[in-house]
């Protein structure tokens, strides 16, 4: 998998947005996961991680 550089912000402004889905980050093996809905499959998503 790809790593890509985090930067923190405190702000963020969205455009466009088709809708909003607040999910738990779970444990999976060595790894983790999000569950979504089947709709999202071949889309394109953003995950934002707040505290």
Avoid: N, Q, W
Avoid at 6 to 18: A, D, F, H, R, Y
Avoid at 19 to 29: A, S, T, W
């Amino acid at each position: 998998m790809k790593r890509v550089k985090v930067i923190e912000k405190s702000k963020l402004t969205l455009k466009g947005i088709k809708c909003f889905i607040e999910r738990e980050v779970k444990p999976f093996g060595t790894s983790a996961r999000i569950d979504f809905p089947k709709e999202f499959i071949g889309k394109k998503v953003y995950v934002v991680v707040v505290e």
